[in-house]
């Protein structure tokens, strides 16, 4: 919530799947995916689940005849699984302050009550891993080398130094003059709003400033390897987020035509092909990204539409086949 990387990152991936044209052949399953879930969008919502827990629930809400009429996105921290005897899920519990609501996995007549989305998790059975906890160290050093910065700013951009004292007659300061000193430095000398004032020094004491490390000065560099970590958990080229050093792709074009091939695509066949399988009991056809209105693929799908089409051995419905097209339906 407080890290600008991440939450641009999470932000682009989400609003981009959210965005991503669907297309298919079941128009009331198509009204509810691109239904709103509580005020926004269902699938972004879902999308930013997955990111950043790993795990998606969606509930099944239905009218008096058994027939779905609403998608709604619960909270993924809300949620726990609860295992039946031999390890399968049996139910859901959704925890809101001390009350908890029990959703079954299956209404009573058999019918989905409860979709799960997840993401994949090597070492856990019932619960996906999301891209937070990849990126949490270096969302953690970002963080630490901006709170570094912030505080070198409020002293004058410059590190603190030290206050020698050089007495005359070989006796040190008392504990009442020691507290003195420092309430008198507190309070003329700390902060932004004191930088560069002045310091009257007196009775032996001498000012002795402490001069930034070579590791200290590599703080710059530290949080921009931090700020790329986050980028790639979240599988956002660089470039995007407009971090310095990164020459991976040679222009925007080519890291948006990347967003979209390695993290938007993938993401959204997940999405898609996860609440199809939920309500394949009443929809027979699933729903797809249609590639051909995908702004960033436009010169892709326009080299393979001129090589399907330039296919001479190739019959219509392969060539429909291979672009992804419903095949023709033949006129009596």
Not at 25 to 33: H, K, N, R
Not at 170 to 182: I, M, N, P, V, W
Not at 274 to 291: N, Q, T
């Amino acid at each position: 919530a407080s890290n600008p990387v991440a939450q641009r990152a999470v932000r682009i991936v989400a609003e981009g799947v959210g965005a991503a044209p669907v297309s298919t052949d079941a128009d009331e399953l198509l009204a509810l995916i691109t239904a709103p879930s509580a005020g926004q969008s269902l699938v972004e919502t879902i999308a930013a689940h997955l990111l950043l827990h790993g795990n998606a629930f969606v509930q099944v809400l239905k009218d008096g005849s058994g027939r779905p009429v609403e998608l709604f996105a619960l909270r993924p921290e809300r949620v726990t699984i609860r295992p039946g005897p031999i390890g399968w899920p049996e139910g859901f519990a959704y925890h809101l302050g001390a009350q908890t609501h029990v959703i079954p996995l299956e209404d009573e007549d058999g019918w989905p009550e409860l979709i799960h989305l997840k993401c994949l998790n090597p070492g856990d059975d019932h619960y996906g891993a999301g891209a937070l906890s990849a990126a949490a160290q270096g969302i953690a050093i970002h963080n630490a080398a901006s709170q570094w910065n912030h505080a070198l700013l409020e002293n004058a951009a410059r590190p603190s130094g030290a206050l020698v004292y050089q007495p005359g007659d070989g006796q040190g300061l008392t504990a009442d003059q020691f507290e003195r000193l420092k309430a008198e430095l507190a309070s003329a000398f700390q902060g932004n709003g004191n930088a560069g004032r002045p310091m009257l020094l007196e009775g032996g004491l001498s000012w002795q400033s402490m001069a930034l490390s070579p590791a200290d000065m590599d703080f710059a560099t530290l949080k921009a390897a931090a700020a790329r970590d986050i980028a790639l958990a979240f599988g956002v080229p660089p470039m995007l987020l407009g971090l310095p050093g990164d020459n991976t792709y040679a222009n925007y074009r080519e890291a948006n035509r990347a967003l979209w091939r390695l993290t938007l695509l993938p993401l959204a066949g997940k999405i898609l092909d996860g609440l199809h399988e939920g309500l394949s009991d009443w929809f027979a056809d699933g729903a797809s990204v249609d590639l051909d209105r995908v702004p960033a693929l436009a010169e892709d799908r326009e080299r393979l539409w001129a090589q399907v089409s330039s296919a001479d051995f190739l019959s219509d419905a392969e060539k429909r086949a291979m672009l992804g097209l419903s095949p023709m339906e033949m006129s009596a």
